[in-house]
């Protein structure tokens, strides 16, 4: 029933749309030639059955076992093809299972359910959520977001998740609120990078509140029509797509409005090299390496970066009284 | 030999009335924040996962007097073996 209601709004949102339509290219639109062959990224067969499914369900629908149903939100299409789920799922960076990328095995052993989330700190409303309890709550969608590493790759991946801004409504920040910090579990028996135990732990993230109020801010819950998995920050994850991935907290527990800007994880260990901001800017390189351009996983085609990674049109106003601050690393 | 032996028993020393247990790891950690983050990177990605969590791990978290005391004493030990002949 719920389904039927989702789809109907969705229908109806559409058709308030005028009938006139104003194409306008976004700055990441690529030429038809340089879209991946569909059939690389799903498999032949695989690309066939799902194509047949969305001729059939209309919108793309998120629904799998654990996940409730969530639309794709066709406003972020992100104009290139979505990167194969294998690679994705395989090809990972959580710092406390390790600095390698095949950390995904290692990672199964991170317990995902109980899990609970603590909202707190300069709020009306503090609350601690259930996972499943804030699946019910909040309005699930889903957005194909670009996702760019500061180490220089890409892939492009179905998110299925909530506004940030619909959480914070929930629980009312003061005004005194500047900062949103997210904070990584710790869970020093599944994960084996804790055992340095010099690092300063858990790993934190942050945003400023305009950040978090930005229709891109974003809180991932699946991928691909599935729960999460733990190796891409299940249960719970955090994604603004105009930054670099490592602002990207994983496995979520804790969530804080603060006055205070937070120092960072990584800010803590090379400050030189990774900054609070940490926005895409190809014109600004890493100090050991270019960010021009970036390699797309799964295919491994090389691709120029754009500044905010293609997602200026939405977020280039929240620098505009900041040139005094060090937003590109 | 014998001076470099002695002298790694001096560091030992040293560290051991400096910082107590402290980990070899925390103190490399407060000399370069960035260091031991570069050294697990080049090791896990381009050598061998398990060298780090196996090989070298268990050394950063030993207290840091610990390798200095090992060397010093293995130096050293060599050292006076070798002049009785």
Known sequence: MLDLRARRAFIEDNERLPAMHIL????????????????????????????????????????????PPAMRNTRYAPGRAITAEREVTTYNNFYEFGSHKTISAAAQRMPQRPWIVKVEGMVESPREYDIDDLLRRMP??????????????????????????????????LSSARYVVFQTATLPSVMPGLRQSWYPWPYTEGCTIAEAGNELSFMVVGAYGKLLPPQNGGPLRFHQPWKYGFKAGKSLV??????????TFWEKLQPQEYGFWANVNPAVHHPRWSQAQERMLGTGETVPTLLFNGYGDFVADLYANLQGERLWA | MRLIGLALLALAAGLFFMFGSDPLGALLF????????????????????????????????????????????????????????
Request: proline share 8%; hydrophobic share 50%.
């Open chain 1, 24 to 67: 306008k290219s976004r700055p990441w639109n690529l030429p038809e030639s340089s879209v991946t062959p569909e059939a690389l990224v799903f498999g032949r067969r695989k690309a066939l059955v799902l194509g047949a499914g969305m001729l059939a369900a209309g919108p793309a629908m998120a629904q799998q076992a654990g996940l």
């Open chain 2, 30 to 85: 407060r000399l370069d924040s960035g260091l031991l983050s570069l050294v697990q990177a080049g090791v896990q990605r381009y050598l061998l996962p398990m060298l780090w969590d196996d090989g070298l791990l268990p050394v950063l978290e030993a207290p840091a007097w610990i390798v200095p005391l090992l060397l010093g004493a293995a130096l050293t030990l060599f050292a006076w073996m070798r002049a009785r002949g």
């Open chain 1, 254 to 263: 804790t969530i804080r409005l603060t006055d205070q800007r937070p120092s």
């Open chain 1, 140 to 173: 699930l969608e889903e957005r194909v977001y670009r996702l760019r590493c500061v180490e220089a790759w890409a892939m492009v991946v179905p998110w299925t998740g909530f506004p940030l801004s619909a959480l914070l409504a929930e629980v009312k920040p």
